[in-house]
T-cell receptor, first 111, second 113 residues
């Protein structure tokens, strides 16, 4: 079955460390997205990519970085510059005018 | 820029009762509108979407929504809810394709027996 795989489901890191969240899709979708979800704030767009080797900042890109070397993969790095990294991170993909397909998320806890 | 307002953070309802989850949007251009559902510790699943055409949109799990341009609303309704409908529901809007999907803050639907 086609879908989006995010790993790991839970991730724990010490403050000051960079951490990379994985997102892989086998839907052959061109566009991929990273959202951050915090209680009571809905989803906020971090980065998105419409095509391989190209990506754009979303509304809250500071402290994050991404790469899009392959169509199937869109990893997100949470850097030590991100002041409040503890959150639920959701990856999504889309093709043309279709709706977004979401992965099951990664819950990151930084202490 | 677009924005979405979901005024109700939580809606409690008894099983088999009807429910309406409210969504209002703001945009200066034509919009696409969506409702997504999220179960605990999972991603979002599309319930329904409005792109154009009929203003009454039917989705999965017996949900429907009506696009009202004059009131800039896209309220979600279900005539009879089940315990399994307990989840968080997000309204979202896009005015220029799907790269800039803006989400509301969500409404938690709590269905009790």
């Amino acid at each position: 079955d086609g879908g989006i795989t995010q790993s790991p489901k839970y991730l724990f890191r010490k403050e000051g460390q960079n951490v990379t969240l994985s997102c892989e899709q086998n839907l052959n979708h061109d566009a991929m997205y990273w959202y951050r979800q915090d209680p009571g704030q809905g989803l906020r767009l971090i980065y998105y990519s419409q095509i391989v080797n190209d990506f754009q900042k979303g509304d809250i890109a500071e402290g994050y970085s991404v790469s899009r070397e392959k169509k199937e993969s869109f990893p997100l790095t949470v850097t030590s510059a991100q002041k409040n990294p503890t959150a639920f991170y959701l990856c999504a993909s889309s093709m043309g005018q279709s709706s977004l397909h979401f992965g099951n998320g990664t819950r990151l806890t930084v202490t | 820029a677009q924005s979405v307002t979901q005024l109700d953070s939580q809606v409690p309802v008894f099983e088999e009762a009807p429910v309406e989850l409210r969504c209002n949007y703001s945009s200066s251009v034509s919009v696409y509108l969506f409702w997504y559902v999220q179960y605990p510790n999972q991603g979002l699943q599309l319930l329904l979407k409005y792109l154009s055409g009929s203003t009454l949109v039917k989705g999965i799990n017996g949900f429907e929504a009506e696009f009202n341009k004059s009131q800039t609303s896209f309220h979600l309704r279900k005539p009879s809810v089940h315990i399994s409908d307990t989840a968080e529901y997000f309204c979202a809007v896009s005015a220029s394709g799907f790269q800039k999907l803006v989400f509301g803050t969500g409404t938690r639907l709590l269905v009790s027996p």
